[in-house]
């Protein structure tokens, strides 16, 4: 999974309601796999983005090329598109775990794919 | 013409686990293609499909949107269906990214009103109730009463989660009742028709288009 979809996963243990993402990363292993840059794609998603949640993610796993803020000029900022795209779409966790901030349940990440189910107690 | 994915890394022993591309897949391909133009129009920037099995659905997706490529999502409650769709986007150049999960939890309220192409093959089958809640190759067919008790689920999420113009594409059979879940569908304020049917053995199959 890519970190695009990180930033869209959060935690739904029963009752567990605030403070449940994003979901931390703990032991995990991250990939670099080239794609293709599309600065519309990137101008479009960069509102549906949690953006804090992005920056703070992409230090994890050691990427501290994201500005604190979206840059006012996002859209024709050709260098911060790019190093948006190098975080969102290339940066791949193969593998570890993520955890809740708030409950501290752990979902582990196998094969690049995040498992998400809860036992039949915790939903 | 789109051609049907490259499938050739899935073998009769996969299909033991997850849900061989069969009839009701490829009716669901034929309404893609036929939105061809429109869909590429749409200019899309989520797509997300439930329940994506082999992943042949999304990976058609994906190869139609081309040169474009949206962020293609897709959730299974099967690992084993997981780790296929992922193998057959890549096996085909579509960057797909697959969570297990049931449904689409976890996923709301973040994709809330964000996803524009939104596509289910649910099990449809008619059951006992107890065969659904499974995490194997039943949870593709298995719909308890009418076939309906996961589709009845799922639907309430859909206007969570469509954006203002996006499209949901559903697969239905007869013993549904598509003329219900589109009533239902059209009372969350929704233009739902069936736009392409087809007869697969005894089965009559439906493709639901729905709209804002």
Request: hydrophobic fraction near 40%; charged fraction near 20%; proline fraction near 6%.
């Amino acid at each position: 999974m890519r970190l695009i979809t990180h930033n869209m996963l959060q935690c739904h243990v029963k009752n567990c309601n605030d403070n449940n993402f994003p979901l931390r990363l703990e032991e995990v292993e991250v990939e670099l796999v080239e794609a293709d840059f599309q600065a519309d794609f990137l101008r479009n998603i960069l509102g549906k983005l949690e953006w804090e949640a992005l920056v703070n993610t992409a230090v994890q796993v050691g990427n501290t090329s994201l500005p604190a803020t979206i840059p006012d000029n996002a859209a024709d900022n050709e260098e911060f598109l790019k190093v948006l795209h190098n975080a969102l779409l290339e940066t791949h966790i193969q593998s570890g775990n993520m955890v809740c901030p708030n409950c501290q349940h752990v979902y582990p990440v196998k094969d690049g794919i995040p498992n998400m189910l809860l036992a039949e107690h915790e939903i | 013409m789109i051609p049907t994915p490259d499938l050739s890394h899935l073998s009769t022993s996969d299909y033991r686990n997850i849900y061989e591309p069969s009839e009701d897949t490829f009716l669901l391909l034929d309404a893609l293609e036929a939105d061809e133009k429109q869909l590429k129009e749409l200019n899309p920037s989520v797509c997300l499909e439930i329940g994506s099995g082999s992943g042949c659905v999304t990976t058609f997706l994906g190869c139609l949107l081309k040169p474009n490529q949206p962020y293609m999502i897709t959730t299974d409650i099967n690992p084993l269906a997981a780790v296929a769709t992922v193998m057959t986007g890549k096996k085909n150049g579509v960057s797909i990214d697959t969570v297990q999960t049931s449904l689409v939890t976890n996923l709301l309220p973040r994709l809330h009103n964000s996803v524009d192409v939104l596509c289910f093959n649910p099990p449809y089958a008619v059951t006992p109730s107890e065969e659904i809640g499974g995490q194997g190759i039943e949870a593709s067919w298995a719909g308890g009463v009418d076939g309906r008790e996961v589709i009845d689920t799922m639907l309430p999420f859909v206007k969570e989660l469509l954006s203002e113009k996006g499209i949901f594409y559903l697969l239905l059979i007869s013993e549904n009742k598509p003329a219900e879940v589109i009533e239902l569908l059209q009372g969350d304020g929704f233009n739902a028709h069936i736009c392409l049917q087809r007869l697969a053995g005894r089965e009559k199959q439906f493709i639901v288009k729905v709209q804002r």
